[in-house]
Nanobody, 119 residues
């Protein structure tokens, strides 16, 4: 069983920064990707950023709305994936979730962390 715990959310003024963490524990194997999602009230959950394993290494992908403002990174020694969020906007307000995708054991979700950006 895999557990994911997000942290780092909070209240921040527009233009500010936050760093979210997603810590994985348990029986982690055959990891395919870690994906950050967000969901605002009344809006469908959307992918924000992901690190995906490939044959030639890992690759990062971003939603257009966060490109050049958010950066995803990982520290395998800590089983942690980070989401560095800069130049935050009120429309970034949402609950942020991380998801671990595996090749053979399905997907795992964290409980989410609230990010609120005020102008």
């Amino acid at each position: 069983q895999v557990q994911l715990v997000e942290s780092g959310g909070g209240l921040v003024q527009a233009g500010g920064s936050l760093q979210l963490s997603c810590v994985a524990s348990g029986s982690i194997f055959a990891m395919n990707a870690v994906v950050w999602y967000r969901q605002a009230p009344g809006i469908e959950r959307e992918m924000v950023a992901e690190i995906r394993r490939g044959s030639s290494g890992s690759s990062e992908n971003y939603a257009d709305s966060v490109q050049d403002r958010f950066t995803i990174s990982s520290d395998s020694s800590k089983n942690t994936v980070y989401l560095h969020m800069n130049s935050l906007k009120p429309e970034d307000t949402a609950v942020y979730y991380c998801k671990l995708e595996t090749f053979f054991a399905g997907d795992y979700w964290g409980q989410g962390t609230q990010v609120t950006v005020y102008s």
